[in-house]
């Protein structure tokens, strides 16, 4: 495939400094034009008064401000002055995330944990921001060195943030230098979720994901890129399940790690507590019986930020309280952060410090409400897990640790046009976090025969 990508990383401002002159004599059959220029006098005067005009579809350089050391001092404050409960009165993590382990996080993060290393980390990177449906949209821009590199769009989910694909950016826009060729590289662009980072927060509703999905199209082409790929995880699996549902003639198809893949009776039975349904496969029962424990278990954040978010003031004032919520996103990866933080056991590629960086973006930007509201935008519009009906090129990657692991018996029902599918030996719901090599080399494998 032959790409026609033009970047257009400029900023576009116009700085109107018509002058005209009407002269009070005109001819008669000169009126009508002399009158346009008038207003267009009046026009450019006006504007003047006000300062240059700004396109709203300029895209305008990013920089992440320092925060003042003042703000970090106060949240080191917070976090070491923490109001604590008693321990839990059972020996796991069934009634969510234990003291043990959420007292080894607050004092790493009071005493040794470092932002700056992440606004460092940040401001190395191309970084813009763009005005799509009255929102500014933040977002990380790096093109390949490589010829023809594919342009892709990757969408983060919560609780995230950009930083969760900062460690998959080289390997995909340069594959050479990671064991892959040439023909493999991306020119990568990863936005901020409305609400979430740098970002602006939505006043209004409609922000869903089906909203996302068209403006990320609106950004895409605003970039030049006439053809490209999606990809995504959790919100970003939603998000890119949309896109591929709306079909915008310029996608050429989507990679899902967190797939729709659940037909309605069995999504439906699941979310009601009944036995799994008979005729089912192995590969079907086992995910079936992992969806029933997450909806009944698993994703009460989901039940309370789709029904009552703007209640959650305690996550915007505590930041471990905060910190605690984000960690009880699902049973495998709350384990996996215990043992980081309690045992010093490694979870993947993640550090304490990865998963400090996620939280601190959170707190210092003020986010924790205005993201979650996007659970409130969706609920009782758009099924989580069920089938979407995509229409295009779908690559599906299976982590074992995942949610569900979604079998391929679904996943050929789901996506029509399945065009790859891999089940992998390690890694979970942050794949791209926890296994940036993996994810990687899933990302090019997915997308290779749309490359032709």
């Known amino acids: 495939m032959k790409n026609k990508n033009i970047p257009a990383i400029v900023i576009i401002t116009f700085a109107l400094s018509l002058g005209l002159i009407v002269s009070s004599h005109a001819q008669s059959n000169n009126s009508k034009a002399n009158q346009k220029e008038v207003n267009i006098a009046q026009a450019t005067a006006t504007q003047e008064s006000k ?11 990013f920089h992440v401000n320092v925060v003042p050391e003042a703000e970090l001092t106060e949240l080191r404050r917070r976090i070491n002055a ?3 409960p008693e321990r839990e009165t059972v020996t796991d993590a069934s009634q969510g995330v234990q003291l043990a382990t959420i007292q080894a996080l607050a004092r790493y993060w009071g005493t040794e944990y470092d932002w700056r290393k992440v606004e460092a980390r940040l401001n190395a990177l191309p970084q813009f921001i763009t005005e799509i449906d009255g929102l500014d949209i933040h977002f990380i821009h790096v093109r390949s060195k490589h010829e023809n590199a594919l342009p892709l769009i990757v969408t983060h989910g919560w609780p995230g943030s950009v930083i969760e694909q900062m460690k998959i950016i080289d390997p995909l826009t340069n594959p050479t230098a990671y064991g892959g060729n040439a023909s493999d590289a991306f020119h990568l662009v990863i936005p901020s979720m409305p609400g979430y980072g740098y970002s602006g927060k939505p006043t209004t509703t409609g922000w869903d994901v089906a909203h996302i999905a068209r403006a990320w199209v609106v950004l895409m082409k605003r970039l030049g890129y006439t053809k490209f790929v999606a990809q995504g995880g959790d919100w970003g699996a939603l998000v890119v399940d949309q ?3 709306q079909a915008a003639p310029e996608l050429l198809g989507i ?3 967190l797939p729709g893949i659940f037909p309605a009776d069995i999504d439906g039975a699941a979310f009601s507590g009944a036995p799994a349904p008979s005729g089912l496969s192995d590969d079907e029962k086992v995910a079936y019986e992992r969806l029933q424990f997450v909806y009944q278990k698993g994703i009460g954040y989901g039940y309370q930020l789709g029904l009552r978010p703007q209640t959650m003031y305690g ?3 505590s930041p471990v309280g905060l910190a605690a919520y984000f960690l009880d996103h699902d049973a495998r990866s709350l384990a996996h ?5 309690v045992d010093g056991r490694p979870f993947g590629d993640l550090t304490r410090d990865d998963i400090l960086d996620n939280i601190t973006i959170t707190w210092l930007t003020n986010t924790a409400l205005s993201g979650a509201r996007l659970y409130w935008e969706v609920w009782g519009k758009f099924g989580y897990f069920n089938v979407k009906g995509v229409s295009i090129p779908v690559a599906v990657s299976v982590f074992p640790e995942e949610l569900y692991p979604a079998p391929r018996s679904w996943a050929e029902r789901a996506y029509p046009k399945l065009i790859y599918y891999n089940k992998l030996d390690k890694g979970g719901h942050f794949a791209a976090w926890e296994q940036p090599k993996l994810f990687s080399e899933e990302v090019r494998a997915g997308f290779r025969s749309l490359r032709k």
């Not at 300062?51 to 350089?61: L, Q």
């Open 315 to 317: 996550i915007v004032d």
């Open 82 to 84: 923490t109001k604590w």
């Open 243 to 245: 896109m591929g549902v």
């Open 337 to 341: 952060i215990t043992e980081l933080f």
């Open 255 to 257: 990679h899902t790690n």
């Open 51 to 61: 300062g240059p005009r700004v396109d709203k579809d300029a895209i305008r350089p």
